[in-house]
């Protein structure tokens, strides 16, 4: 009979989200293109970023629609299935803050190309495209290119749920040590 510190009946180690973890997946948050004016002549915009129960945001542009953050986020990627979602507010000091739109998009382009486990491409090689369509909120088309040695995705958002607006973003991947895809 195993007696009770035996291997045999010895729990596994319980799976912590470390365990699934894929990498990182920064975003480069870099500017907004005519949003929409929420104070009386301007706005005063921020992005929020969520994945999951993952939430960041960038700093506040005070009095600007066209503002440029340029701002890396960076999240944990388990499940590359998982959408990510952009809300833009207008920051008020005495109230709420306003919505100012949102879009939702998806990383699975981005990851197929990673997963590709390219090497030696000339700079500006477009590994994929994609396209816009109603259920993407592209504005135009979203190419996954190689540059300077690694693989990065551009796209221009069209924000929804607002009278106009879009938000223009760069994703770039981050290995972790003893993990990838």
Known sequence: MDSP??????KPPAKSSMDNLLG???IRVKRGVNLAVRDVRTSD?????????QKLKTRVINKDVNPEWNEDLTLSV???????????????????????????????AFIEALKMKLN?????????????????CLSEESC???????ITQDMCLRLRNVECGEVEIQLQWIDLPGKGL
């Open 5 to 10: 510190t035996s291997p045999a009946l010895a």
């Open 24 to 26: 990182l997946l920064r």
């Open 45 to 53: 915009p921020y992005v929020v970023v969520k994945m999951g129960k």
């Open 78 to 108: 388990s499940d590359p299935n998982i959408p990510v979602k952009l809300t833009v507010y207008d920051h008020d000091m005495f109230s709420k803050d306003d919505k100012m739109g949102e879009a939702e998009f998806d990383i699975k």
């Open 120 to 136: 030696g491409l000339p700079n500006g090689t477009i590994v994929s495209r994609v396209i816009p369509l109603r259920t993407n």
């Open 144 to 150: 996954v290119i190689w540059k300077d040695g690694k």
